[in-house]
């Protein structure tokens, strides 16, 4: 009788694990879910601007590295920010790993402040990795009398804006706050490359946006001096800039030091993708690795050179681990944020 039993648990044994298999054998591989499948990078801003280059360069060579090689096509949302974008990838884009995006690099201080208009969980996307971080600056065009940040602190001066929830307004509003510089965001413009075009035209005095997307934008008016840069926002100056101070340089305190530097960790997290919330840990893990051999790519690093920009990469696994942190600020330092980081955005 006991011997019976043992082979009927035996029995059952083969029976389950047979069932198992089937489940494991019906799951497609990465490479058969991909093979013919479209890939979309969803951009949360305007065509032409630097966050539009990097997806568009990505895009470009990311396919023939996710096994199945998907043809991958980016797409630009426009809205709030970037928030339209992120908003829909978190709560409508398939979750099965069809679907990259590009968004904010403040997303996870924004949700941690309680931002308007933020419907997602940051450290709930799967983080797939860095291109670059993304330092940027406040520049003021030759003829405004702002030629210095000490000038800001004393004359008012337009700058050309965009999205409330972009950094394009966020950093002039953290120096308003916590410097006392007179910045007045004229907003509206339809992403960096019009904001730009503005200051060219005189519709305002300056812009705040990323180092790269001057530089390759227009790259005569550094050298040529046809703006000035006051100041760049990030926890180190560009290897560019050396001469410009960073917002943490001029932090005359710990507590303005540390709510500075808070603030600018949205430099390292800088050009940064990642894919819905649900994806399968198989099908993620390839995007990331597919990511990494981008970066060392060199058609990708030819490509990326051509256009003048600069890459940095960090991989998923870093970036995740990052914008946790970021997502999980102590009450005493998110006091300290929120005191400089007030935007007013709607």
Do not use: C
């Amino acid at each position: 009788m006991q011997v019976i039993v043992r082979a009927g648990v035996a029995a059952a044994s083969v029976v389950a694990a047979a069932g198992l298999a089937t489940q494991v054998s019906a799951q497609p591989s990465v490479e058969q879910f991909y093979k013919g499948k479209t890939v979309d990078v969803i951009i949360g801003y305007p065509p032409a601007g630097s966050n539009d280059t990097y997806a568009r360069a990505l895009a470009r060579h990311l396919g023939k590295h996710i096994p199945g090689r998907p043809n991958v096509v980016p797409k630009n949302m426009p809205g709030a920010g970037s928030f339209l974008a992120v908003n829909n990838v978190y709560s409508v884009a398939p979750k099965d790993g069809t679907v990259l995006a590009l968004g904010a690099p403040t997303l996870a201080l924004d949700e941690r402040l309680g931002t308007s208009n933020v419907r997602f969980k940051t450290a709930e996307f799967g983080w797939v990795g860095r291109v670059d971080s993304l330092i940027n600056i406040v520049f003021m065009w030759h003829t405004s009398k702002v030629k210095t940040f000490a000038d800001a602190q004393k004359y008012e001066s337009t700058l050309s804006g965009t999205g409330a929830g972009s950094t394009v307004s966020i950093y002039p509003t953290v120096m308003n706050n916590v410097f006392k510089t007179k910045f007045k965001l004229v907003m509206g413009y339809k992403g960096s490359a019009a904001a730009q075009l503005a200051v060219e035209r005189g519709e305002v005095e300056g812009h705040s946006t990323s180092w790269t997307a001057v530089k390759v934008g227009h790259p005569d008016w550094w050298p040529t001096k046809k703006i000035s840069i006051l100041v760049q926002f990030g926890l180190k100056r560009h290897p560019e800039l050396p001469g410009i101070p960073t917002a943490v340089d001029l932090a005359r305190d710990d507590d303005e030091k540390q709510a500075l530097s808070a603030i600018m960790a949205a430099s390292e997290i800088g050009t940064a993708f990642f894919t819905a919330p649900g994806v399968p840990p198989d099908r993620l893990a390839a995007l990331r690795r597919a990511f990494d051999a981008t970066m060392k790519d060199p058609e990708f690093l030819a490509d990326t050179a051509k256009i003048k920009l600069t890459v940095g990469p960090m991989t998923g696994e870093a970036l995740q681990k990052l914008v946790t942190s970021v997502s999980n600020l102590s009450p005493e330092m998110l006091a300290k944020v929120r005191a400089a980081y007030t935007t007013g955005k709607q």
